[in-house]
């Protein structure tokens, strides 16, 4: 039997991108958003418009979804489809970190914590599956906004809420901080949503390279950085090697 054709996994990883985009993309910001050359991405967009899939903002050129595909619908990752395929792979990356670990989605510009797994040890902890957690302060958060263009629209350009003095507010830095996460494949935080807590997370694809979701691990400072402050290199490794892992079972064919 023929393999998948690549071509079209990424044409429908553009839809989808647009689909959940709460504005216009232009070519560099899906081009980044994929992880695709900006050449690839710009003639499957002139592809799909011209099948009527996408249309081209004349003024901007930005693109948005086309009238041909709007009254088919719109379909985005089913939520419990990303929690099932993940399930395995967050038990064992609790075991391998000794850390907590949660599964986070975008949902109306916060992340949706949608599977949580308990450090394991006798420590009292509170389940935090179905809470929303801000994007800007925290190491899943982060990944999704470096990877979606269309989540960081939703955080709008004025200062953004401070929760430890850590934490990024103004949007010039944040822009700096994604642009680096993009550059290694994964985020970090350390005291920026609660002091004395840090977080590492690395994010999840889906069919064609988009970014559905994201996993990662936190705990106290003293167990999830090193002496310098900075990221245990171990735990980095175990975050992404996950990240892969549920990348594959949702068929992200790059991992």
């Known amino acids: ?28 910001e899906i081009a980044t958003s994929l992880g695709l050359p900006r050449g690839t991405a710009h003639g499957l967009l002139r592809t ?21 595909l709007l009254h088919l619908g719109t379909s985005y990752l ?26 986070g989605t975008v949902l109306d510009g ?3 914590v949608v599977h949580h797994v308990f450090r394991p040890d006798d420590t009292l902890q509170t389940l935090d599956v179905g809470s929303l957690m801000p994007m800007h302060a925290t190491a899943l958060g982060k990944v999704l906004l470096a990877f979606d263009s269309g989540a960081g629209a939703t955080l709008g350009n004025g200062p953004l809420e401070a929760y430890t003095r850590r ?48 996993i990662g691990i936190s705990g106290a400072v003293e ?22 892992a549920v990348s594959r079972d949702l068929g992200a064919a790059r991992w």
């Not at 103004?170 to 550059?183: H, V």
């Not at 970090?188 to 999840?204: L, S």
């Open 1 to 28: 039997m023929p393999g998948p054709v690549q071509s079209i996994q990424r044409g429908a990883a553009i839809l989808r991108l647009l689909a959940r985009s709460s504005g216009k993309l232009g070519v560099g």
């Open 48 to 68: 799909l418009q011209l099948v009527g899939f996408v249309e081209q903002d004349s003024a901007t050129g930005k693109y948005q979804l086309g009238a041909a």
């Open 78 to 103: 089913d939520v419990n489809e990303l929690r099932s395929r993940a399930i395995n792979w967050a038990d064992a990356l609790a075991a391998r970190s000794c850390e907590s670990v949660k599964i």
């Open 110 to 112: 916060q992340v949706l």
């Open 167 to 214: 934490t990024i507010v103004a949007p010039k830095d944040l822009t700096r901080s994604l642009a680096g996460i993009r550059e290694v494949g994964w985020a970090a935080q350390v005291e920026e949503m609660t002091v004395g807590e840090a977080g590492i997370a690395a994010p999840i694809r889906g069919h064609g390279g988009l970014v559905v979701g994201a």
């Open 223 to 244: 167990r999830i950085c090193d002496a310098k402050g900075q990221p245990n290199t171990a735990l980095v490794t175990f975050v992404r090697d996950a990240a892969r």
